[in-house]
């Protein structure tokens, strides 16, 4: 083979550290960015908390927001080049992202020399850098909240780990008296019990456990069960439903309305309640409707999940991102202070970095002054491209503010893309894992994106829209004769909808709702 040199164009892409890191936080959640601060604290002495300062002034024109929008657009541009990059890999196809659907970022190595061109290579020790995030920090109990305003309440501000069944039920197995064979059979029957509260193994399965133990007969370890079955959650340990429902209704007081009658209704004809076969069920239990609705209602009472209340997860809390009100009728959008702690450059280091003479110790200090600057400008970034796009937002969905789900506007990412004048991947990486609080309640920025069904007319309306009219009109059916898919279609038709038998039944489906045999009731 001849070896020649050959001249070959194409295009490389690279990114600062800097740019790395300002797009790492766009798309990183409120708890798991206070973990992120809590390292950067950790490790670099240039960093404090700043109870001086308001989050609210972040919003106003600083000095400085200049140097942030700056590097906001520097991170918008990167995330364009590398999925332009990707795209022309794999697909030339330019339709939009659907909502909740996010582009990944590769992370090849991109070129940026004109970015590198406007970052000093050293930022003066000598210049001044005002702080403008302010907040209490947040005290959630979540693994990735490390901040307390008052250190002294750090033990009461940590998340309590609940006991789990096994605990939960191996406590009062402590305190009743039996022999140790006896309590090795409850250990075998409380290890098999699941997070619902179920007993997971058979008996001939437990009795498996213990073939080096001859003695141990079936007989036995049913009636270690049975004992079990005493503890508490009431009606924990047992086999299916049934024993289950039946366990409970047993330790109802005596003089409890309609408890003889359940017991007969769980005990022989669960599976017609199941079928909600209520003809049958009336004329086998020789009952009206009004007194089997009574005994319904009484098994509907009972918990069909008895150890559902009881877990070994911590609880996860949400900090939403942004505020939204209404004042003086007009909708406002802003950042929560609450979620991030306020951070400054510490000035005595600052200052103890320009009087150092040891050019080791001195680089050392100014290297950790520029990741500190860097650090903040990345988070002053990160809020103000989430500010802004969570304004188009509110913006795009003021009806929905106004007047409810019903109004949600058909949204997509390329919509509020081109209404900011930024990429879609970068738009899809803000509104994931952010949240914002309003007087309706707490919705993912994802939340208000949603894809289009027309109307008779030839317009448009959100599928959200279209789950909540679904929603609306089940809520309002009569459950003795539920609407159908079908029904529901030719109602939604007469209001304008024009939606296809198969999608309601995938929208029901996604809201979790029963078909209409199983939401026939009596009750």
Same mark, same amino acid.
């Given at each position: 083979?001849?070896?020649?040199?050959?001249?070959?164009?194409?295009?490389?892409?690279?990114?600062?550290?800097?740019?790395?890191?300002?797009?790492?936080?766009?798309?990183?959640?409120?708890?798991?960015?206070?973990?992120?601060?809590?390292?950067?604290?950790?490790?670099?002495?240039?960093?404090?908390?700043?109870?001086?300062?308001?989050?609210?002034?972040?919003?106003?024109?600083?000095?400085?927001?200049?140097?942030?929008?700056?590097?906001?657009?520097?991170?918008?541009?990167?995330?364009?080049?590398?999925?332009?990059?990707?795209?022309?890999?794999?697909?030339?196809?330019?339709?939009?992202?659907?909502?909740?659907?996010?582009?990944?970022?590769?992370?090849?190595?991109?070129?940026?020399?004109?970015?590198?061109?406007?970052?000093?290579?050293?930022?003066?020790?000598?210049?001044?850098?005002?702080?403008?995030?302010?907040?209490?920090?947040?005290?959630?109990?979540?693994?990735?909240?490390?901040?307390?305003?008052?250190?002294?309440?750090?033990? %009461?501000?940590? @998340?309590?780990?609940?006991?789990?069944? /096994? &605990?939960? $039920?191996?406590? *009062? =197995?402590?305190?009743?008296?039996?022999?140790?064979?006896?309590?090795?059979?409850?250990?075998?029957?409380?290890?098999?019990?699941?997070?619902?509260?179920?007993?997971?193994?058979?008996?001939?399965?437990?009795?498996?456990?213990?073939?080096?133990?001859?003695?141990?007969?079936?007989?036995?370890?049913?009636?270690?069960?049975?004992?079990?079955?005493?503890? %508490?959650?009431? @009606?924990?340990?047992?086999?299916?439903? /049934? &024993?289950? $429902?039946?366990? *409970? =209704?047993?330790?109802?007081?005596?003089?409890?309305?309609?408890?003889?009658?359940?017991?007969?209704?769980?005990?022989?004809?669960?599976?017609?309640?199941?079928?909600?076969?209520?003809?049958?069920?009336?004329?086998?239990?020789?009952?009206?409707?009004?007194?089997?609705?009574?005994?319904?209602?009484?098994?509907?009472?009972?918990?069909?999940?008895?150890?559902?209340?009881?877990?070994?997860?911590?609880?996860?809390?949400?900090?939403?991102?942004?505020?939204?009100?209404?004042?003086?009728?007009?909708?406002?959008?802003?950042?929560?202070?609450?979620?991030?702690?306020?951070?400054?450059?510490?000035?005595?280091?600052?200052?103890?970095?320009?009087?150092?003479?040891?050019?080791?110790?001195?680089?050392?200090?100014?290297?950790?002054?520029?990741?500190?600057?860097?650090?903040?400008?990345?988070?002053?970034?990160?809020?103000?491209?989430?500010?802004?796009?969570?304004?188009?937002?509110?913006?795009?969905?003021?009806?929905?503010?106004?007047?409810?789900?019903?109004?949600?506007?058909?949204?997509?990412?390329?919509?509020?893309?081109?209404?900011?004048?930024?990429?879609?991947?970068?738009?899809?990486?803000?509104?994931?894992?952010?949240?914002?609080?309003?007087?309706?309640?707490?919705?993912?920025?994802?939340?208000?994106?949603?894809?289009?069904?027309?109307?008779?007319?030839?317009?448009?309306?959100?599928?959200?829209?279209?789950?909540?009219?679904?929603?609306?009109?089940?809520?309002?059916?009569?459950?003795?004769?539920?609407?159908?898919?079908?029904?529901?279609?030719?109602?939604?038709?007469?209001?304008?909808?024009?939606?296809?038998?198969?999608?309601?039944?995938?929208?029901?489906?996604?809201?979790?709702?029963?078909?209409?045999?199983?939401?026939?009731?009596?009750?």
């Amino acid at each position: 083979m001849k070896q020649a040199l050959h001249l070959k164009i194409g295009q490389q892409l690279t990114m600062t550290p800097q740019l790395q890191q300002a797009i790492r936080l766009l798309q990183l959640s409120s708890l798991d960015l206070q973990q992120e601060i809590q390292e950067a604290l950790e490790s670099n002495v240039m960093l404090e908390l700043d109870e001086s300062d308001k989050l609210s002034e972040s919003n106003s024109d600083e000095p400085h927001n200049g140097e942030v929008k700056e590097l906001t657009k520097q991170i918008d541009e990167s995330i364009d080049k590398i999925d332009t990059s990707s795209n022309k890999e794999s697909t030339n196809d330019t339709a939009s992202p659907e909502p909740g659907e996010e582009t990944a970022v590769e992370n090849d190595q991109v070129d940026f020399d004109q970015i590198q061109n406007t970052i000093p290579e050293d930022l003066p020790t000598d210049s001044t850098w005002e702080e403008v995030y302010d907040s209490n920090p947040v005290q959630a109990s979540s693994s990735t909240s490390q901040y307390s305003g008052d250190d002294n309440n750090f033990l %009461e501000n940590s @998340g309590k780990l609940d006991d789990n069944i /096994q &605990e939960h $039920l191996q406590w *009062q =197995l402590d305190l009743t008296p039996m022999s140790e064979q006896d309590r090795r059979i409850a250990d075998a029957i409380i290890d098999a019990i699941n997070d619902d509260g179920y007993l997971s193994l058979s008996i001939d399965e437990l009795l498996e456990g213990f073939t080096d133990e001859p003695e141990i007969e079936s007989e036995e370890i049913e009636a270690v069960l049975h004992l079990i079955q005493n503890f %508490e959650p009431t @009606g924990v340990a047992a086999r299916d439903l /049934q &024993e289950n $429902l039946a366990i *409970q =209704l047993k330790f109802l007081d005596d003089d409890c309305a309609w408890k003889k009658e359940a017991q007969i209704l769980v005990d022989r004809h669960l599976n017609l309640l199941a079928n909600r076969d209520f003809a049958t069920l009336k004329r086998r239990m020789k009952l009206d409707e009004d007194s089997l609705a009574d005994v319904i209602r009484l098994i509907k009472s009972l918990n069909p999940r008895p150890a559902g209340q009881i877990s070994d997860k911590k609880t996860q809390y949400i900090v939403p991102d942004i505020i939204v009100k209404k004042v003086k009728g007009v909708w406002h959008a802003e950042l929560n202070s609450d979620s991030m702690p306020p951070l400054s450059i510490n000035k005595h280091y600052m200052n103890l970095a320009k009087e150092m003479k040891k050019s080791t110790d001195s680089q050392s200090l100014k290297d950790h002054l520029q990741e500190a600057r860097w650090f903040i400008k990345s988070l002053q970034s990160r809020n103000e491209t989430l500010l802004k796009v969570a304004r188009c937002i509110l913006d795009f969905q003021r009806d929905f503010f106004d007047y409810g789900d019903e109004y949600m506007k058909a949204l997509v990412l390329a919509d509020v893309a081109n209404a900011v004048e930024m990429h879609e991947s970068t738009i899809s990486r803000v509104t994931t894992q952010k949240y914002m609080h309003t007087p309706k309640g707490i919705f993912e920025l994802k939340y208000f994106f949603s894809s289009h069904v027309s109307t008779a007319s030839g317009g448009e309306v959100s599928a959200t829209a279209i789950r909540a009219v679904i929603r609306k009109l089940i809520g309002n059916e009569d459950s003795r004769k539920p609407l159908s898919d079908n029904k529901l279609s030719k109602l939604l038709e007469a209001q304008n909808y024009k939606v296809a038998r198969r999608t309601i039944a995938k929208y029901r489906e996604s809201m979790s709702i029963p078909p209409s045999n199983e939401r026939k009731s009596i009750v």
